[in-house]
């Protein structure tokens, strides 16, 4: 979960997707982003579910050693809407060069703190992909970001802008479906398991749009997994893409 207004600014400034509402929101949550039974406890709890999918991904991308802890070494990562840094630091320790980039700044500060209590070089940057320049990145990742853009085509206009040649883009959203609108925000907002007004259901894509806005980016879908919730295991990667779903995509 993280915040990337179509708005462009004085001095030229390039046009970003970040709304500020939103980035406000997710900086008041810095100071506990941390906590596994803070107000991102969701985010912990789905945290090792999606890391697995991201290691599968790049492992076939790439044919990785499955066996090696570095598989990421000599490869660049960026992950936008980073928020603390949740994913970034377990990206860190799978070898990559990681940059972070997110709309809060409260949060930038949060993980570039945590990163240094964990001994992990990580180069965290408050901004928008729009505006991240000419830097390319062998795996791009955002996860649980783009329902919160002001224009989702704009958003991964950028991110492929920033995926090098034979890079690896990987997105995760909820669906926009009865079940996402009962499961995310009747119960989990209204028993507080996540922050109220975290979510806009109206804001949620289903696959076939987030496809579409992907291939309209220039890029190519190849994998669509969704992720539920399990009682006995937690959450996990299958088919069912009712909640929340994963989608990989590469050039051409």
């Given amino acids: 979960m993280g915040s990337m207004t179509k708005a462009s600014t ?62 990421l070494a000599g490869k660049a990562a960026l992950d936008v809407g980073c928020g603390a840094g949740l994913l970034c630091e377990p990206l860190a320790r799978l070898g990559a060069s990681v940059v972070g980039l997110d709309a809060a700044p409260e949060n930038i500060a949060a993980a570039s703190a945590h990163a240094s209590q964990s001994g992990l070089m990580i180069d965290y940057r408050t901004g928008s992909v729009e505006n991240l320049g000419h830097a390319r990145f062998d795996l791009v990742t955002s996860m649980e970001v783009i329902e919160h853009v002001t224009d989702p085509a704009a958003f991964v206009a950028g991110l492929a802008g920033a995926l090098a040649d034979d890079g690896l883009l990987i997105l995760s959203t909820p669906n926009r479906t009865a079940l996402s609108r009962v499961a995310l925000i009747s119960v989990a907002e209204g028993l507080g398991q996540i922050p109220r007004g975290t979510h806009d259901w109206d804001k949620f894509l289903t696959p076939d749009e987030l496809t579409a806005i992907v291939e309209g980016a220039g890029l190519r879908v190849t994998d669509l997994r969704g992720l539920t919730f399990s009682p006995a295991k937690g959450f996990v990667i299958g088919d069912d893409l009712k909640l929340n779903y994963l989608m990989t995509a590469v050039r051409g």
Avoid: Q, V
Wanted: no cysteine; hydrophobic share 45%; proline share 6%.
């Fill in 10 to 71: 004085a001095a030229g400034t390039a046009a970003t997707t970040i709304n500020p509402i939103e980035a406000a929101h997710f900086g008041a949550m810095a100071a506990d982003w941390w906590d596994p039974k803070g107000s991102s406890a969701m985010l912990h709890r789905l945290n090792p579910a999606r890391l697995g999918y991201i290691r599968a991904a790049a492992d076939a991308h790439w044919r990785l050693d499955d066996r090696s802890f570095t598989p």
